[in-house]
């Protein structure tokens, strides 16, 4: 598997990121929904990495700098037909790493509450996440959970 830093112009890119809305979008109302399209992640404060394997595109996940210290986790997806085979956690360990070498403090995400994100919420605590009460703009919300990962070393 290679991860890898995207420009987000491809249309297997697209493609994903579209089904990462579709999923997102019928699993959580519209007024909880906070995944971001293909023009907000190309912001300045956001890194996007796809994972690959060949030619098939199997996953993605970005980073957006809140500030010097702390980042938020974003865009995590992973393809249908890649679920299950360690996509997600080669990814989040890709995110986690460029976190410590950033020299963050800590790394905070947003997911929802419902059952469809359950595997999501295990893979992260899987990984040492702790929920946390919101952060930066987000607010309570039933349809959301908030999770934080402390990096000193």
Known sequence: ???QEDDLRGPEVAELLQAHLIY??????????HALDLDALRAPAITFWTAWQDDALLGCGAISEIDQLNGEIKSMHTA???????VAAAILTHII???RQRSYERLYLE???????APARALYSRFGFEFCDPFGAYVEDRH???MTLGLSA
Do not use: Q, Y
């Open 1 to 3: 598997m290679l991860i």
């Open 24 to 33: 997102t979008g019928g699993n959580s109302p519209s007024e909880s929904m």
């Open 144 to 146: 959301s959970v908030f």
């Open 80 to 86: 249908a037909a890649h679920r299950g085979k360690g």
């Open 97 to 99: 790493a460029t976190a």
């Open 111 to 117: 997911t929802g509450s419902m059952e469809p994100f």
